[in-house]
């Protein structure tokens, strides 16, 4: 694989996705399509899933629990470069569980992993109208923590721009981080949130991340028709899809990211229901490519 720059795509995919192959087989599905970072999915199969069919929240093939990351990731980094491809990212599962032990094994999973990131889910939310000032204080007081056990093993955290958590918009999270280092903490783009929660135009968004933009999740989504309530309102309701069935400006806010980022990763998660991992990381790695030879 040639050397990886700001002139070169960099393109990433989450096991997530992929949760019918086994790694061997990931990690030659991404050398195929020239994928070349690579995010681990440490987690435990939810109770009741293992066994009944393998799905991007259920059970996976490559069954990669947090002991086992930090026990064999060494060799699991090994065999991605060995293959051109760099160890990035972990989205364990869990992280926005208060529990710094549990974390602390995630992020030695990581750092055993070869990965130079580890991906944080913020406080979720109150429903309603709430002390917003009390609970901004306790999410960064709770981030503040993370970030600093991550560091000790030598990882940048990245917030993903949730729907459901403190970070679900560009305002918000950077409300969560303003005055934090970038150097030790970082925000993912994530664009199939922006259609369920927290969308401003790309201009504005990137502007207001500024230098806390880290990397991207691609994907696409779009709004489907909702349920009307006993008054007569439409509820929307929404549906991951294709990139380029998006509802979301996808080009819009990958040049903008690109001008904020010009070395990020575009790490496809792309969860649309009833296709493959194989079929999906290959659609979306096809418009990624499109979009990064039209750029400009």
Known sequence: MSE?????????????????LSFEEQVEL?????????????????????????SNWGDHRFD??????????????????????Q????????????DAARFAVDCEGAAAGGCSRIRLQPMGYPQGVFDYAAYLAEARGWLEEQVEIASGFGLKSAIEMHTGN?????????????G??????????DLPNF???????????????????????????????????????RKAATEFCGLEASDLDVRGWLDAALVAAPDAVWVIEDYTAGVSGAERL???AGWVKRWWQGRG
Do not use: W
């Open 166 to 178: 403190s970070a679900c918009s560009p305002g918000l999270a950077v409300r969560l981080v303003e």
């Open 180 to 189: 934090m280092d970038p150097e030790r903490i970082g925000l993912i783009v």
């Open 195 to 233: 259609v369920r929660e927290g969308s401003v135009k790309p201009g504005l968004g990137v502007s207001a991340l500024g230098p806390y933009v880290d990397h991207a999740h691609v994907g696409g989504c779009r709004v489907t028709v909702g349920e009307v309530d006993e008054l007569g309102f």
């Open 30 to 54: 991404c050398v195929e399509l020239g994928v070349g970072f690579y995010v681990y999915r440490p987690r435990v199969v939810p109770e009741g899933q293992r066994g009944k069919g393998y």
């Open 64 to 85: 990669l629990t947090p002991e086992r990351l930090v026990k064999e990731g060494a060799g699991f980094a090994a065999r991605l470069r060995d293959a051109g491809m």
């Open 87 to 98: 160890p990035y990212c972990t989205v364990p599962g869990g992280t926005n569980e208060r």
């Open 4 to 20: 990886v720059g700001p002139e070169s795509l960099r393109m990433g995919v989450t096991a997530v996705m992929l949760p019918e």
């Open 282 to 284: 290959r659609a979306t």
